[in-house]
């Protein structure tokens, strides 16, 4: 497939160090997209395609330069995302899983020499990090923990039931959430990294999905000990709102957007193809090949008002504690995840059986597979259900204000 016929994200004119890093974003998109049919097959850890994008260095482009990184921007990593996912959604989604912790660490660091000196190390060594905030039988409430920090002489020490981690097996270090201590709240949590050296993984979840098999989400109990240092220096309920959540929100929908977008392109090739076939003659789903891409682009256009939209307050915390800013990332992620459902939907239509196959170069099953998994991760019904308990109190002018 060809993957370089879309534009980024954010739809800015690339400037030089843009339009370089959408280049080596290529060149990872392209080998993973050689090992997507494998890895989803096998259920396996995209091993290659990290191989090239830590060869072309995007694991520590959010960091900034004084410790080895490119200050990249939010939009610039959604384009990798992108363009990642619409060749391989898994090394999509791990990359941009990765990315939201690496944004919660510089970020919320407040000069921690310990968290510095890991960022430093995350771009020499091109650590790949994994999240942990699903626990126990609790699901996806992300601002509730179950598990307590205890702290054993000079160090801490934690153990979660840690249900679903994303590559756990495959990371160099998980940033979880945890409650703050034994007497506290579940909503009183903090945000501890971790590396490698410093956990325990056993196994208690195997990952056997519809879709998004190469994520090897699997369940493990978390036994962690290390120096209060590797908690990062702020409540996480500040994190959770001015980072974790817009970082999230936009780069899943950016993956979200790049597997509509690779379906897409199948629909399109399908039309194309055929009609050569036909002496320009449409095939009976060719006509909805428009309302794909018109769908493809209001996925994109949405996301970019909101990276935008993030951009220009993101060092504004009473901008963005406001409603209407929290309304805009709520519902961008269940704005996001219904389009890229509905997007490749459509593009099945198009392609009909050839489509609906799974040994078609028209074949948009993986697509259809992976997308599923996007309502569900914070599920749709959680966030909207939170979200109308706000918006039922607030004047409707300071919802849709901003
Ligand atoms: C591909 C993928 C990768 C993931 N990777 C990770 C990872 O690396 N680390 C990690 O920690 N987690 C990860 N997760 C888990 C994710 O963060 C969520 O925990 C998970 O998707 C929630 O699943 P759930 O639907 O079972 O839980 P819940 O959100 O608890 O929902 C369960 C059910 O209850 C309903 N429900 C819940 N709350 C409400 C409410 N308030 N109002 C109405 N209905 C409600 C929902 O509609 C749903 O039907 C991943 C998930 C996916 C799909």
Known sequence: MNTSSLSPVAERAPGRSESALAERAMVAATTAAEHATNVDSAGRFPAEAFDAVRKQGLLGILVPRSMGGEDAGVGQV?????????????????????????????????????IESLLRRLCAEQLLLAS??????????????????????????????ATVISYGAHADGIVTTARRSADAEASDQVLIVFLKDDYTLSPIQSWQTMGMRGTCSEGYVLRARGVPEQIVPEPYASIH????VPFAHLLWGSVWAGIAAGASMRAQA??????????????????????????LKTLRGMLSDSIRRYESIMNDAQALNSVDFQSQITLTKVQASELAVST??????????????????????????????????????????????????TPISAVLSG
Do not use: W
Request: aromatic residues 4%; charged residues 20%.
């Open 78 to 114: 959604a384009d990798v995302c992108f363009r990642l996912a619409q060749n391989c959604a898994a090394t999509g989604m791990i990359y941009a899983m990765h990315q939201v912790k690496v944004a919660c660490l510089v970020r919320h660091r407040h000069g921690s020499s310990v």
């Open 132 to 161: 942990s905030t699903t626990e126990g039988q609790a699901g996806g409430n992300v601002r509730s923990s179950e598990a307590a920090v205890s702290s054993v002489g000079d160090h801490i020490e934690l153990e979660r039931q």
């Open 241 to 244: 709102s001015h980072t974790m």
């Open 270 to 295: 399908f039309v194309r193809t055929a009609a050569r076939k036909a002496d320009g003659a449409l095939p009976p789903g060719g006509a909805r090949l428009g309302e794909v891409l018109s769908s």
């Open 344 to 393: 490749v939907l459509k593009a099945l239509r198009v392609c009909g059986l050839s489509g609906y196959r799974c040994d078609s170069p028209f074949s948009v099953e993986r697509h259809l597979r992976d997308v599923l998994s996007s309502p569900l991760m914070i599920n749709n019904d959680r966030i909207l259900s939170n979200f109308t308990m706000t918006a039922m109190m």
